[in-house]
């Protein structure tokens, strides 16, 4: 069975640093893209970025490019999601995917399955 | 970037009914449109993918269909556990990926 799963919940003050984790399972880690997805407290989806794990190709949403770092260590099929200076407008559930194609000779389209969630709260 | 649109914002309807659920896309899209449901408290999960395909295990009651800019989910036959936010999502200009705002379904 694929499987993500994500660390758990964190609650942080204004200005700390933060690094949750997503661990794969059940399939080929390193030659598959996993992305980051972001929901706000009661809001939609938000597309943050992605990362091939084989070579650590990354890309970001223009929205989130500079705020976060996405990495991975494919020795131990974990794909990171990382802040350097937390805000209050942060709090939000993480969660991780894979990106997967739908058919043969199709690019990797589709967030398939998804990471249980992280729950981060930045608070003073 | 490609802006997708969703409607109804909120659809109510009774165990059995039809629902249906429409996605709009600011510029074409392809097939390349996906739908996803997230119940509350849980994590979102791929419905349908490339506008048509259903996903796996999911129930031959919900169907899309769709190409360009205009996409519909339909449920066929509305069951109490289909209460759910339906996300649609966009991948035509690799790596850039945008969801919809949702549409809600309400069981009543």
């Known amino acids: 069975e694929v499987q993500l799963v994500q660390s758990g919940a964190e609650v942080k003050k204004p200005g700390e640093s933060l690094k949750i984790s997503c661990k794969g399972s059940g399939y080929n880690f390193t030659n598959s893209w996993i992305g980051w997805v972001r929901q706000m407290p009661g809001k939609g989806l938000e597309w943050m970025g992605i990362i091939y794990p084989g070579d650590s190709d990354t890309r970001y949403s223009p929205s989130f490019q500079g705020q976060v770092t996405i990495s991975a260590d494919k020795s131990i099929s974990t794909a990171y999601l990382q802040w350097s200076g937390l805000m209050p407008s942060d709090t939000a559930i993480y969660y991780c995917a894979r990106l997967r194609a739908g058919g043969p000779a199709t690019p990797p389209n589709w967030f398939d399955p998804w990471g249980q969630g992280t729950l981060v709260t930045v608070s003073s | 970037e490609i802006v997708l649109t969703q409607s109804p914002a909120t659809l109510s309807l009774s165990p059995g009914e039809r629902a249906t659920l429409s996605c709009r896309a600011s510029q074409s899209v392809g097939i390349y449109l996906g739908w996803y449901q997230q119940k509350p408290g849980q994590a979102p999960r791929l419905l349908i993918y490339?506008?048509?395909n259903r996903a796996t295990g999911i129930p031959a009651r919900f169907s899309g269909r769709g190409s360009g800019t205009d996409f519909t989910l339909t449920i066929s036959s509305l069951e109490p556990e289909d209460c759910a936010v339906y996300y649609c999502?966009?991948?035509?200009?690799?790596?850039?990926?945008?969801f919809g705002p949702g549409t809600k379904v309400d069981i009543k």
């Open positions: 490339d506008a048509s």
């Open positions: 999502q966009q991948r035509s200009n690799w790596p850039g990926i945008t």
